[in-house]
């Protein structure tokens, strides 16, 4: 991520954070959603939050870095973070497996 010269207060890059997570909580149709990240995010960055994802339950599931590479072409790199933010992270991944799908 390129250095910006205007480097906000923790507390505020925290409040910008939780204004993020408040407006992607509001959504409640997944097309909404869908809608949003394509507007926030580049193309590079949603590919990098989808290989992220499509990783979580294979790596749940157990599957071996190699093969989980192999199977969906994401880096082993990438596979072992997710892997260690799933162990160590703030349980994101987690809340989002074990939510309801919705049925939109």
Known sequence: MKSRPYNPPKREADADFRQLARALAAL?????????????????????LCDRWKVVPLIVAGEPYRGIHERTGVSVTTIGRVARTLEHGAGGYAAALAAPTPSH
């Open 28 to 48: 409640d149709d997944p097309r909404q959603v869908a809608a949003f990240l394509r507007d926030l995010c580049t193309p590079a960055e949603l590919e990098a």
